[in-house]
């Protein structure tokens, strides 16, 4: 985590659970306001203008919120990429985010609906050859049906081996996040 734009902070609970992993702008922002205690920073200033500020690496919630129940997953871009592991569910490959789509199963076209159990990850490539088709009518197999997830391990699916920054070991240490 050398770069400001890759730099992230772990988001912690008041009882010190980790929550989820969010950007250094977020992190900022949650701290000016006064929401949050920063219990590390990272070795990485924000500079603008008129001040320098080193990046929170690990914040603490001040007031504890209750996490979602196991059925309350919100259906967001993100998430869909975190159930489908970031994998574009035709061809199987992993992608960076910013060449990631989401495709409807059943086509918006076609009255497909927004839905946890009808969009999947696809990448662009994929997600325009299907185009305004089923997958069946594609002859595109998906890798994995789509479903609502029981639960999102966000941070631990957002680090990869050799990514995780020390200070955030004594946190991550066997915790489901979502």
Not at 19 to 37: D, N, T, Y
Not at 107 to 135: F, H, L
Request: with cysteine; glycine share 2%; hydrophobic share 35%.
């Amino acid at each position: 985590m050398h770069e400001l734009a890759s730099t992230r902070t772990l988001l912690l609970n008041s009882s010190y659970e980790p929550m989820r992993i969010v950007s250094w702008q977020k992190a900022l922002i949650l701290w000016f306001q006064g929401k949050v205690e920063v219990l590390e920073y990272h070795q990485i200033f924000a500079r603008s203008v008129r001040s320098n500020h080193q990046l929170p690496s690990i914040l603490r919630l001040k007031t504890y919120v209750r996490s979602r129940s196991r059925g309350d997953i919100r259906f967001s871009r993100e998430n869909v990429y975190i159930r489908d592991d970031y994998t574009c569910q035709y061809c199987y490959e992993v992608y960076p985010t910013r060449l990631l789509t989401l495709d409807h199963v059943i086509p918006a076209s076609k009255d497909g609906k927004k839905t946890w159990t009808n969009v999947v990850t696809a990448c662009r490539e994929c997600n325009q050859k299907k185009a305004a088709r089923t997958p069946e009518q594609a002859k595109m197999p998906l890798k994995t049906p789509p479903r609502v997830p029981s639960w999102l391990p966000v941070v631990q699916w957002e680090l990869k081996p050799g990514t995780v920054p020390p200070a955030w070991l004594q946190y991550l240490a066997s915790k489901k996040v979502g």
